[in-house]
């Protein structure tokens, strides 16, 4: 077998590793942990959050229970499903989004299923910002220094589900899902990490001829948590890279119901490393980091080839179109909480003498579904998810209809339900042949 190893360094922290195989992929093990709760008894409750003007849908917004950890966000289509247990069935579940006042709704008031929650865009008054400083760039140094004040300065446990996803073209080639148990590293300690553990997982993959390359994303759950950029500030928050940024202001915006300061960003000139741009959004009240959202940079994302893509065939050309990352926290209490994790990159690939090129799409996301204070158990390294670990090879194929159980999870989109029906109809075919 021949492999051919594609180093995507998404960011200084953060290492992604593609793995293209030239042949067929062996199946993957059961995963299996010890710590995700196993809370049997709950309901499900499902539904669409959509804007309450426009009617369109609100993709990546918190859904949870109202003073509580539960939580999960919507899909790409709006859609959301809830699992409460039943013990916590006489709490408020409530839906925010950047932008937009915050709902608050009984959930003996919801169906099970088909609820509509609108939500109406927030304004922020003005004049009620306390104006901190005029220099951007100043008030982010400020929200540095109080990180310690705004996070966790005590590890906890966390559940969360992890999804990959891998797309040739217009069609998705590879799905991989997970419940993950995740020890929480103290936010004020810099020589403690994250440690990832997968509970239970499972995947569905299109097994290509051995003349197409087959994508692996190596490290995607382990990555996921290095994108924290608050306890891993990496190519943008680090002190060693922010002065290679120019900052402005870009005005006011409400998250979770409190008013956030939004600051631009954009590599600065004649900076010859592929660096980002994009907005951070800071609490005002707190000057807590609330949400990151960026991408690569048009000015370095010419030079993103050789610094993301390091080792491959010699007669396979590989452009970096694109990389995007928003990375969002949850406020429960005055501190924050890592919330939601997405990752998406954008590649073209071209063999020498062959007319036509394909387009790759490798995409992560996380969301943290409950954490746990009290039972704190810090994993050994040789038990975590690694970066060198390929998380697609470590679980089966999909096969139970009710597998995430009690455990809550980001609802597939559209695509991605298809995706997996018909990667499944195919991985069914293959085994039938391989039988006979």
Not at 23 to 33: D, E, Q, R
Not at 75 to 80: K, L, T
Not at 361 to 383: I, N, P
Request: net charge neutral; charged share 30%.
């Amino acid at each position: 077998m021949k492999t051919f190893k594609f180093y995507m360094n998404a960011t200084t922290a953060a290492l992604i590793l593609i793995t293209m195989l030239l042949s067929m992929p062996a199946k993957g093990t059961n995963a299996a942990g010890s710590n995700a709760r196993k809370d049997t008894t709950f309901m499900v409750y499902s539904g669409k959050v959509i804007d309450a003007l426009t009617k369109k849908p609100i993709v990546f917004a918190n859904v949870y229970l109202v003073k509580s950890s539960i939580g999960t966000v919507t899909n790409s289509d709006g859609e959301f499903v809830l699992k409460v247990p039943t013990k916590e069935l006489n709490k408020m579940v409530g839906i925010s989004f950047i932008g937009y006042h915050n709902v608050e709704l009984k959930l003996t008031d919801l169906s099970p299923e088909d609820n509509v929650i609108k939500l109406e865009p927030s304004m922020i008054q003005i004049k009620e910002v306390v104006i901190r400083t005029s220099d951007p760039s100043e008030l982010l140094r400020m929200a540095m220094r109080r990180i310690d004040e705004n996070y966790k300065v005590a590890p906890e446990m966390l559940i969360a589900f992890y999804r990959e996803t891998i797309k040739q073209n217009r069609s998705y080639v590879a799905v991989s899902e997970a419940v993950l148990d995740v020890y929480k590293a103290p936010y004020n300690n810099d020589f403690e990490f994250d440690r990832v553990k997968i509970y239970k997982g499972r995947k569905s993959e299109d097994v290509k001829k051995m003349d197409t390359l087959i994508f692996k994303l190596q490290g995607g759950p382990r990555t996921s948590f290095l994108l924290d950029m608050v306890k891993n500030p990496g190519a943008l928050l680090s002190a060693d890279f922010i002065d290679y940024y120019q900052f402005a202001f870009g005005g006011f915006v409400t998250i979770d119901g409190r008013d956030n300061y939004v600051i631009e960003f954009d590599q600065r000139e004649n900076i010859n490393y592929p660096l980002y741009k994009g907005k951070l959004y800071l609490d005002t009240k707190n000057l807590a980091f609330s949400r990151l959202d960026f991408e690569l940079s048009e000015k370095g994302i010419d030079l993103a080839d050789n610094e993301l893509v390091r080792k491959k065939p010699i007669d396979l050309k590989v452009n970096v179109t694109g990389a995007h990352y928003m990375i969002n926290y949850r406020v429960l209490d005055e501190k924050w909480y890592l919330n939601h994790v997405r990752s998406e990159l954008t590649f073209d690939c071209k063999w020498a003498k062959k007319l036509f090129k394909s387009t790759y799409v490798t995409a992560l996301e996380m969301a943290v579904t409950d954490r746990d204070d009290e039972s704190v158990e810090k994993y050994k390294y040789k038990e975590s998810v690694k970066l060198s670990d390929v998380f697609a090879d470590q679980v089966n194929y999909f096969s139970d209809g009710d597998f995430w159980g009690e455990y809550n999870y980001i609802k597939p989109d559209e695509s991605i339900e298809s995706a997996i029906s018909k990667l499944n109809r195919k991985l069914r075919r293959q085994e039938l042949n391989t039988d006979h």
